[in-house]
């Protein structure tokens, strides 16, 4: 199997994990959600910066996200100019769903690529 379909695999390994928890979230999602929630007050290029998630990907994912109700958005005190995010209360609960359902996808990703095993969190 090629490193390419490799990746693919736990990619769906994931997504399949988030669907069975019935999670709205997709993974890319739930990314950018755990990098807001960890970092409470923080800028959308804040999160490009932790993530890796392509800022004009992350835009929308932030629409989607305030779309939902998940996340806010507001004018930062410090400079007007520039927004800040933070999780909302219904966030943090599809976040520890979806995080449940990560920590099972990473539990049959090592099963399947025991290399992997020192990277979980």
């Not at 049959?108 to 095993?117: C, G, K, T, Y």
Request: glycine fraction near 4%; hydrophobic fraction near 40%; proline fraction near 2%.
């Amino acid at each position: 199997m090629t490193i390419t379909a490799q990746i693919h695999k736990i990619s769906q390994t994931l997504t399949e994990a988030l669907a069975a928890a019935e999670s709205p979230l997709t993974s890319t999602q739930l990314m950018a959600l755990e990098a807001i929630s960890k970092n409470d007050g923080c800028s959308q290029t804040d999160v490009v910066k932790l993530t890796g998630i392509d800022r004009s990907t992350l835009a929308d994912v932030v629409r989607r996200l305030m779309k939902t109700g998940l996340i806010k958005r507001k004018r930062s005190q410090k400079d007007q100019r520039a927004h800040v995010l933070t999780i909302t209360e219904t966030g943090s609960r599809e976040l520890a769903k979806a995080d449940s359902a990560r920590k099972k996808a990473e539990k049959e990703v090592i099963a399947q690529f025991p290399i992997l095993r020192g990277l979980a969190a």
